[in-house]
């Protein structure tokens, strides 16, 4: 299975876009959270993947965040619920105000999104309300992980000499192009090569 895709953006439309990986496209369907997000055509982009198997045909879903991916997959556990459904929620709702709406089994929150009939925001609610709150608290613990190591980092290129707002920079620029979760040992240098250039 196709779990993450890096490489450049060579079609970007609501529908679909084209990342193109060595001379390979892949077609991907983004909710619209991502799609805002995504740099403009030609450049580089780092998405994490669901690959939905269907009788008839091959999907691949791309998420910028991996808490949409993660709410994605809870989504298409709910019956009655399949991955253009799960696309359309997370494109009418941020993760997290659904997480909170789920949460709280806020029903008029849930049923105001496109796609969304009574019926389902019960089900989401009744089957996903247990399983919301340790996607959402992993997440948490991920982002301050992150939080740890880009202030590691900062320190790092401050006492080497750099202004904090250049470093500052340069740390969310690799962030940008590698998404969450990166390590100190890739950080560093990849900050350094951008301070340098």
Not at 160 to 183: C, F, H, M, N, Q
């Amino acid at each position: 299975m196709i779990e993450s895709l890096q490489g450049v953006l060579s079609h970007k439309s609501i529908g679909q876009i084209i990342v193109d990986v060595h001379g390979v496209g892949y077609g991907v369907v983004v909710p619209l959270g991502t799609f805002y997000k995504l740099p403009d055509t030609g450049g580089e982009v780092h998405l994490s993947i669901h690959t939905h198997v269907a009788q008839d045909a091959l999907k691949l879903f791309g998420f910028l965040d991996p808490l949409e991916k993660d709410l994605f997959r809870l989504l298409m556990s709910v019956s009655g619920i399949g991955s253009r459904l799960a696309i359309n929620i997370l494109s009418g709702i941020s993760t997290e105000d659904l997480s909170g709406a789920i949460s709280r089994g806020d029903l008029p929150k849930l049923v105001a999104i496109p796609g969304v009939g009574k019926k389902t925001a019960e089900r989401m609610v009744f089957e996903l309300k247990d399983k919301i709150g340790a996607v959402v608290s992993e997440k948490g613990s991920a982002e301050a992980s992150d939080g740890a190591v880009k202030d590691d980092a900062l320190s790092a290129l401050i006492n080497l000499g750099y202004k904090s707002s250049a470093a500052k920079d340069a740390i969310d620029r690799v962030y940008a192009k590698r998404g969450e979760g990166v390590p100190l040992e890739i950080l560093l240098p990849e900050s350094l090569k951008i301070l340098s250039g």
